[in-house]
């Protein structure tokens, strides 16, 4: 397979923290801190920290809000920033505080002057400002679209009807330019999508909002009362054009995919990414993968397969798991006994939904010792408790909070059979 000397699960590993490495944020976000020094700079996100410190190495004694979920780790900051924390997935009262505060921060600057937003993914969740509906009632329908499948598209499709920042609203509600720089953890690279949209137009309406709560068949009455109120015309849609504002996307998940294919082929392996847009249930995807697996395996030819985007997972069981460690599961399965391949399936952010990890790693007897530790692999599946299947197994990949994301990444070292 290579000329490194690592042992593959080493090799995987390796991989994943040399493409986090390779994709910083401050490194991504370095080209565009010229010019003109901003007036004010707001970073929100899991990979808000190493970009505030970036911009304020930049651009020194530029006053700044500084917005970071819990567990993200803090690098020294001077004083002029002020730093707040919030929960995430799901928001609480501390997003809500975060962005009113940060209404009122841009709300003070004036039309001859500039703010720096920097934006990365869980940014929706962080900055939470409920439209129409209480906080616990947003925060309900957000978690009942996640447990039925929905993707980021449409959650944030609902999210940006019921926010006073979001679809736009922050960048409407100041009168200062806004010059926004995005990292991307979405599939498509939307800027509209990422972080639901703060300082981009809305191409979404009320009446879009309500189908998603159809298509994934969610009741929330008091959501549903507001948004139907909206698609009458009784409410303010969301704006459609903003003048003051422009969004740039400086990296996304096919950033991370070169990055670790660049590393892997530093060491000698053949490496062929496969797309980065791959969405859908994660054990449908594991699906896919399997069959390209044994293709690659019929060519007589050691690769590493690299692919990347965002799966889902409906969940209908009451384990411990994320879309990583399901990919990773179904694949085992996909593949069934000594299978040959070592694999890593793990998101950039460092979490993967309740797995404890940011993902999984997979090797040719995950089966057989599962098997020999009394796991019940499919059973696993079914109870959408991967997160507990592999922490058994001592094959989580648990690097704690990366500050980054660039969505998953997924790599299969394949040898031929």
């Not at 001077?78 to 921060?105: G, I």
């Amino acid at each position: 397979m290579s000329t490194s000397p690592l042992p593959q699960t080493d090799l995987l590993c390796e991989t994943y923290h040399a493409a986090l490495a390779a994709t910083a944020p401050g490194l991504l976000l370095a080209p565009y801190l010229s010019g003109r020094s901003p007036d004010f700079i707001l970073a929100v996100g899991k990979a808000a920290a190493p970009m505030m410190r970036a911009a304020q190495e930049a651009f020194p004694a530029v006053p700044g809000l500084l917005v970071l979920p819990d567990g993200a780790p803090l690098p020294p900051l001077p004083a002029q920033v002020e730093v707040r924390r919030a929960a995430h997935p799901l928001p609480d009262a501390r997003s809500v505080a975060a962005a009113r505060l940060a209404q009122v921060r841009l709300g003070a600057l004036t039309a001859d002057q500039e703010v720096l937003a920097l934006f990365s993914g869980g940014a929706s969740a962080l900055l939470c400002a409920p439209r129409g509906v209480t906080l616990a009632q947003k925060a309900a329908v957000c978690t009942e679209l996640m447990r039925a499948g929905a993707d980021i598209q449409a959650l944030n499709t609902v999210r940006r009807h019921l926010s006073d920042v979001k679809g736009g609203r922050l960048a409407a509600g100041t009168r200062a330019r806004v010059r926004a720089l995005l990292l991307s953890d979405v599939v498509g690279d939307d800027p509209a999508i990422i972080a639901s949209g703060p300082a981009v137009p809305d191409p979404t309406t009320y009446a879009d909002a309500l189908a998603v709560l159809d298509r994934f068949a969610v009741p929330a009455p008091e959501v549903r009362t507001y948004l139907r109120a909206g698609a009458q015309g009784l409410h303010e849609e969301t704006p459609s054009v903003l003048p003051n504002a422009h969004s740039t996307v400086i990296g996304r998940n096919g950033t991370l995919l070169r990055a670790a294919q660049a590393a892997l082929e530093s060491k000698g392996i053949r490496a062929i990414i496969l797309g980065e847009t791959f969405t859908g249930e994660a054990r449908d995807l594991a699906v896919w993968h399997a069959a390209e697996v044994r293709r690659a395996q019929a060519e007589g030819v050691p690769v590493a397969l690299i692919s990347g985007g965002e799966a889902t997972v409906t969940v209908r069981g009451a384990g411990r798991g994320g879309r990583n460690t399901e990919f990773a599961l179904a694949l085992a399965l996909a593949l069934g006994d000594d299978h040959g391949i070592y694999g890593v399936s793990a998101g950039s952010d460092g979490v993967d939904g309740t797995s404890g990890g940011a993902g999984a790693l997979l090797s040719p007897d995950t089966l057989r010792r599962a098997a020999t530790l009394g796991l019940d692999a499919p059973g696993a599946l079914a109870a959408n408790d991967s997160g507990s299947f592999f922490a058994a197994l001592d094959d989580l990949l648990v690097p704690g909070p990366t500050g980054q994301n660039l969505n998953d990444l997924r790599v299969l070292l394949v040898e031929p059979v």
